[in-house]
């Protein structure tokens, strides 16, 4: 099963973390999503952010220092969206938490 955590402050989401163990097919819908997500917001849109990730554990954890700006918020939001339409067509290979801070 693959863990999906995202990190809300307010209506911004500003992190998620994701441990990909499960179906290959979904694994590299989850990966391409978060890979083009990670790559478009740090090279086209150059907001500072933090990045982690495990090749050989199946794990990327990503963070935007500043979730307010307005592309990287909607880009992250279309991220949000895909794993939510990813977890409609496989909902035993995908877990979705949402947590909110102050």
Known sequence: MIKVSIYQRGDYVF??????????TVCAGVSALAITCVNF??????????????YNG???EFAVIDPRHEAT?????HFVYGLEQI?????????????TES
């Not at 918020?73 to 939001?77: F, G, T, Y």
Request: include cysteine.
């Open 15 to 24: 992190r998620f973390k994701i441990i990909s163990h499960g179906d290959p």
């Open 41 to 54: 917001i740090k090279s086209q849109l150059k907001v500072k952010c933090l990045l982690k990730y495990e």
């Open 73 to 77: 918020a909607l880009i992250l939001n």
């Open 58 to 60: 199946g794990m990327i």
């Open 87 to 99: 977890k409609k067509e496989y909902p035993k290979q995908i877990r979705i938490r949402t947590m």
